[in-house]
T-cell receptor, first 113, second 113 residues
Framework: EAGVTQFPSHSVIEKGQTVTLRCDPI?????LYWYRRVMGKEIKFLLH????????ESGMPNNRFLAERTGGTYSTLKVQPAELEDSGVYFC???????????FGNGTRLTVT | SQQGEEDPQALSIQEGENATMNCSYK?????LQWYRQNSGRGLVHLIL?????REKHSGRLRVTLDTSKKSSSLLITASRAADTASYFC?????????????FGAGTQVVVTP
């Protein structure tokens, strides 16, 4: 089966610009997560979708971040406007039913200059 | 504060040697997982140990969990150059839903031929 795919793999933008990250989970996985690793620190949870619904968005840092999952398939994470501290690697993960492990994508490395 | 903290931060060993890394956490957990990340890639799930388990094996991996000390260890036996990667422990608190993980900063392991 195809794994979790993320696009783009790298993005370099200027402060104040907008960036949209995309995640395609494994087909059939209702649960989708966004995590990020900023400045070499620990990987932090951002939010969790179950199908198209936001189950938990307690990790979203502020209202400059907007995550969507229309139709319950792929998800997007938009940062608008981007700030320098948003630089880092954004990971998406999905999982199947029950207490199954997370499958992570390769991440999108975001650099805000 | 970090939930999972790995020790050491970096480890350099030769092929054939064993690699041991430790993880400490702060809150009560449902389970503890270990992930591996190769440079530029996503996290790969290695092994999960539940809070009522004390030891688990998977191939060359051995994980222990001491809930009284809130700590875990990952042992990789007979290491290979391909084991070079960063290793992360991740916990999910009993107050959180499955999949909402708290990661440590990771241990970077380098295995030289």
């Amino acid at each position: 089966e195809a794994g979790v795919t993320q696009f783009p793999s790298h993005s370099v933008i200027e402060k104040g610009q907008t960036v949209t990250l995309r995640c395609d989970p494994i087909s059939g996985h209702d649960n989708l997560y966004w995590y990020r690793r900023v400045m070499g620190k620990e990987i932090k949870f951002l939010l969790h979708f179950v199908k198209e619904s936001k189950q938990d968005e307690s990790g979203m840092p502020n209202n400059r971040f907007l995550a969507e999952r229309t139709g319950g398939t792929y998800s997007t994470l938009k940062v608008q406007p981007a700030e320098l501290e948003d630089s880092g690697v954004y990971f998406c993960a999905s999982r199947g039913p029950g207490n199954s492990p997370l499958h992570f994508g390769n991440g999108t490395r975001l650099t805000v200059t | 504060s970090q939930q999972g903290e790995e020790d050491p931060q970096a480890l350099s060993i030769q092929e054939g040697e064993n690699a041991t890394m430790n993880c400490s956490y702060k809150t009560s957990i449902n389970n503890l997982q270990w992930y591996r990340q190769n440079s530029g890639r996503g996290l790969v799930h290695l092994i999960l140990i539940r809070s009522n388990e004390r030891e688990k094996h998977s191939g060359r991996l051995r994980v222990t969990l001491d809930t009284s000390k809130k700590s875990s260890s990952l042992l990789i036996t007979a290491s290979r150059a391909a084991d070079t990667a960063s290793y992360f422990c991740a916990t999910d608190a009993i107050t959180d839903s499955w999949g909402k993980l708290q990661f440590g900063a990771g241990t970077q392991v380098v295995v030289t031929p």
